[in-house]
């Protein structure tokens, strides 16, 4: 407080020091205590932006794993687990256009790796709890013109 005591000479007292520094301490922040927060809040800055970025990182994430399991369902995957241990996954996260893309890695599967999808229903067959075909009229007039049942 040597400015102070410049400025008031012999007025000055130790009690108007005091009363001076107390008044200028609740007024202002000190260099060091404001460079500590200006650091805080830098640092707090960027650990949310990194926060924000995994979190978009796992939102696309979600969002192409949704992608690709409708993609399977409609391409007749009887397991989608397994239809992604056969694809090239790095190669469809990384890809420009995602859905033309996986579209394509799943017609080539399903050529390579039919056993993965479900194709046409198998003909019928006896004893294995599908469907006989349906009658048709054809069939039925041939029968009776060769005198057979209408079984």
């Not at 399977?72 to 996954?89: P, T």
């Not at 050529?111 to 294995?128: D, I, S």
Request: hydrophobic share 40%; charged share 30%; glycine share 6%.
């Amino acid at each position: 407080m040597d400015w102070l005591k410049e400025i008031l000479a012999d007025g000055y007292t130790d009690e108007i020091g005091s009363r001076v520094a107390d008044k200028i301490g609740k007024a202002y922040v000190s260099k060091s205590d404001y460079d500590t927060a200006v650091q805080t809040a830098t640092e707090w800055q960027a650990k949310a932006a990194q926060v924000e970025q995994e979190a978009q990182a796992k939102v696309e994430a979600i969002r192409f794993d949704a992608t690709l399991d409708a993609e399977i369902a409609k391409a007749g995957g009887r397991n989608a687990k397994a239809v992604r241990a056969v694809l090239d996954m790095d190669a469809l996260r990384q890809s420009k256009d995602a859905e033309r893309d996986i579209a394509s890695a799943l017609d080539a599967c399903a050529k390579e790796h039919e056993y993965l999808f479900r194709v046409n229903p198998p003909l019928y067959a006896a004893g294995t709890g599908s469907t006989p075909p349906a009658r048709d009229d054809g069939n039925m007039a041939l029968r009776a013109a060769f005198g057979l049942s209408k079984k």
